[in-house]
């Protein structure tokens, strides 16, 4: 009787457990999937935003105290043209000039007609062009919001192969450029294939 009893308890002590492990461990939490990303907007809808389109210059791989990088950043309330040195970013030479939001919405419809966001449906090269086209110009082109990187591509003057983007880059070029004035007196000092020190920048 009393091994009866025991054995009782004992098969009641492990219901009691496995009840206890099903209510709070056995049901799995089911997979909570977060929401997918909205659409990108088309370009020239980000002239009524805080959103910033910029075309980098990046010259050849060289030495740190010789690289030189231009960059054109174009928002709705400014224009800016920063000259940087070696590989961390580090900028030495600034322009602003202001901006209006109907001229930044023109300037998104003319580099949206040169293809400022579109990718090569199947690149070779890698995502970064850190490193790539070393004997050449890489052009990156980026498109940023709040902070946040919403698209990011880049063509280079080693073919249209070394990178991701299938924009008509000369032509980008071009518009950036234009969007500073005297530019080419402002970077008139910026060597992109240095090979020996720059002694005025």
Request: include cysteine.
């Amino acid at each position: 009787m009393r091994l009866s009893r025991i054995l009782i308890g004992l098969l009641a002590v492990i219901v009691l457990i496995i009840l206890i492990v099903w209510i709070f461990g056995g049901k799995k939490k089911p997979t909570v999937t977060p929401p997918p990303p909205p659409p990108p907007l088309s370009l020239p809808d980000y002239s009524s935003t805080d959103a910033v389109v910029s075309l980098t210059n990046d010259g050849i791989v060289n030495g740190d105290e010789l690289h030189r990088a231009i960059r054109i950043s174009i928002s709705a309330d400014s224009r800016e043209l920063d000259v940087i040195q070696g590989y961390s970013n580090n900028v030495i030479q600034k322009q602003t000039f202001y901006n209006t939001q109907d001229a930044f919405d023109v300037f998104l419809r003319a580099i949206n007609g040169f293809g400022f966001l579109s990718k090569l449906s199947k690149p070779t090269a890698p995502t970064s062009p850190i490193g790539q086209c070393p004997l050449g110009s890489r052009y990156i082109f980026d498109l940023d919001q709040g902070g946040g990187d919403l698209s990011s591509t880049w063509a280079s003057t080693c073919g249209k192969s070394v990178g991701t983007s299938s924009a008509d880059a000369l032509n980008m070029l071009t518009l950036f450029r234009d969007q500073i004035p005297d530019y080419s007196k402002l970077t008139s000092n910026v060597n992109l294939s240095a090979t020996a020190p720059q002694t005025s920048q």
